[in-house]
């Protein structure tokens, strides 16, 4: 909203730029101002939100595996996950540029994955209070929380909703060099324009097409056509592998972090190194000149979304 706000002050100013208006244009300094901004929001309200959490009594029950050190989890705050979530959305929320499709859609993941969590946390609490009004010793077990099937659900919608966005969205788009005199359109592309670029002084050409395409250690080019997977009279029909494969990627993702999440906070520290890398690839892929020198795809409008990393 800050950026908005001051874009707005920009165009509308009567005499030159507003002040400070011509640093909200360079990504790196939002970066940096969101960072400083999540770790006030952690640092000063985390302390006061889990020392409530711990008020309320809304502590993290711990099953009995049998393991060393299990209860040493016993008590933890089961919603400290609201710090991590205020951290990510209000920053973003203020210093992205919510135009973009990929800042919305992350945005969405976001909220739409701690609702999952934030239920099924809330139905652990209620199982855990119905049993201490009845008097009985509660035990955690897989069925206080909510449902699987329900998760899944939760998940695969969000999937649908992300792979529908990314492959019919105008907006989502890959900027590709001409390096021949003639445009050469891969498998389920389609050309959208052409402009020439100057990169050090050097006039480049430029195609923005929108494609199937992905990046992919280990295979030529790094680049993998979801196209290629289906026959050529079928090539119209590539939407559906891409849905699937973005579904896959989604509910992947969301339950592998569930899977590592142990005793010794794993899910925090791998979350914190995935988040930072994404980060940094994110970078990359929207810089023309990065992308060129790493042999990646250059994805213009991809240079916003470092927003949400650098929180965690």
Not at 281 to 302: C, D, Q, R
């Amino acid at each position: 909203m800050l950026y908005h706000l001051f874009d707005w002050l920009t165009q509308h100013w009567t005499t030159s730029s507003f002040p400070g208006s011509g640093l909200f244009k360079f990504i790196t300094f939002r970066v940096l101002l969101a960072v400083i901004l999540s770790l006030i929001i952690t640092t000063v309200f985390g302390k006061k939100l889990i020392s409530f959490l711990q008020k309320k009594q809304l502590g993290e029950s711990v099953r009995d595996l049998g393991l060393a050190g299990e209860q040493q989890k016993k008590g933890t705050p089961t919603m400290g996950g609201i710090i991590i979530i205020l951290a990510i959305i209000i920053p973003t929320l203020l210093l992205a540029n919510l135009h973009k499709t990929y800042i919305r859609l992350m945005l969405l993941c976001t909220v739409w994955l701690a609702v999952i969590g934030f239920i099924d946390d809330y139905l652990k609490i209620r199982a855990k209070r119905i049993a201490q009004k009845k008097g009985i010793t509660y035990k955690k077990s897989d069925s206080d929380g909510l449902a699987g099937r329900f998760k899944i659900f939760g998940q695969v919608m969000l999937g649908i909703i992300v792979g529908v966005t990314l492959y019919f969205s105008p907006s989502v788009t890959v900027k590709r060099e001409v390096v021949d005199e003639k445009v050469t359109i891969k498998p389920g592309e389609k050309q959208l324009n052409e402009d020439t670029v100057v990169i050090d002084g050097v006039a480049h050409r430029f195609v923005t097409v929108k494609t199937p395409i992905t990046t992919i250690p280990f295979v030529k080019n790094h680049e993998f056509n979801y196209a290629k997977l289906l026959p050529q009279s079928w090539e119209a029909y590539t939407y559906i592998i891409y849905i699937i494969i973005v579904i896959f990627i989604v509910t992947a993702v969301s339950n592998g972090a569930n899977i590592t999440d142990g005793l010794d906070g794993l899910a925090t520290g791998v979350s914190a190194i995935i988040g930072i890398c994404l980060g940094i690839f994110a970078y990359v892929s929207g810089n023309i000149k990065f992308a060129e020198y790493l042999n990646i795809m250059y994805i213009p409008t991809w240079r916003s979304c470092p927003f949400l990393s650098p929180h965690l």
